[in-house]
């Protein structure tokens, strides 16, 4: 096995995920470019190792069973073990997302992309994971997800969202429930907010750059072994439930 260390980051061939990539790579990490288009996916790693990253391409589509079993299997013949899993993968749903009008049929297809395709993916990297001296995993998240500020009176935390907002208070739980489960593995997991960030996700109308989404994600990937697990952090420190 390399003893480089190897990570994974999915959705990375744009905005924050690629920033995450490019981020992590900088540390002189190997990085997958987890991505579903051959073409955009292409494109990232090309450009990253352009940079001077050690970059491959996984293929990898968070909802399909067999694509994320592909690309564990794609991880363990190319690098031997996985030391950070970034699970960075998401949709909004497009909007409106109102409670009373939303189609459920939005509502099931963004939880099975922000939700189960973090379970999906989580599973299948965990004995990869398991393998590494030091292993991370980092679930981004989104500070609308936080039901304090959801409900603290004046809080900007954007539209009505029936589908996304809920979803990343559903990953938060998500990230939770893992950090009890492998307590004690050595193995650290954590939500991270990248604050309100301009990428295709959101029309470019954020006020963030990518690259400052990203910080978050490379300080929880990069957490010593006496670091936190089971919490939800931005780049000012704990975000409250």
């Known amino acids: 096995m390399s003893e480089q260390t190897i990570a994974l980051v999915t959705g990375a061939n744009k905005g924050i995920g690629y920033e995450i990539a490019a981020g992590l790579g900088a540390l002189g990490w190997r990085v997958g470019v ?115 500020r959801q409900t603290t009176p004046g809080s900007d935390t954007g539209p009505i969202a029936v589908a996304y907002t809920p979803s990343k208070t559903f990953l938060n739980a998500v990230t939770v429930q893992y950090a009890k489960e492998l307590h004690g593995t050595g193995i650290l997991i954590n939500a991270a907010c990248p604050g309100y960030c301009a990428t295709d996700l959101n029309g470019f109308r954020g006020v963030r750059t990518p690259e400052q989404g990203a910080a978050v994600a490379i300080r929880l990937a990069t957490l010593p072994d006496d670091g936190p697990t089971g919490g939800f952090f931005d780049d000012e420190g704990e975000v409250p439930w």
């Open 34 to 148: 987890g991505a579903r288009d051959q073409e955009r996916r292409e494109t990232a790693v090309a450009k990253l190792r352009a940079a001077g990253v050690d970059a491959f391409g996984v293929p990898l589509d968070v909802t399909d069973d067999a694509s994320v079993m592909d690309a564990a299997r794609l991880v363990e013949e190319s690098a031997g073990r996985l030391d950070v899993l970034v699970n960075n993968a998401g949709i909004t749903g497009g909007v409106p997302q109102l409670p009373t009008s939303v189609d459920p049929a939005t509502v099931r297809t963004v939880v099975e992309t922000n939700v189960i395709g973090v379970i999906r993916v989580t599973n299948a990297m965990l004995p990869l994971l398991r393998r590494s001296p030091s292993p991370r995993i980092v679930n981004m998240s989104s500070g609308v997800g936080s039901l304090t």
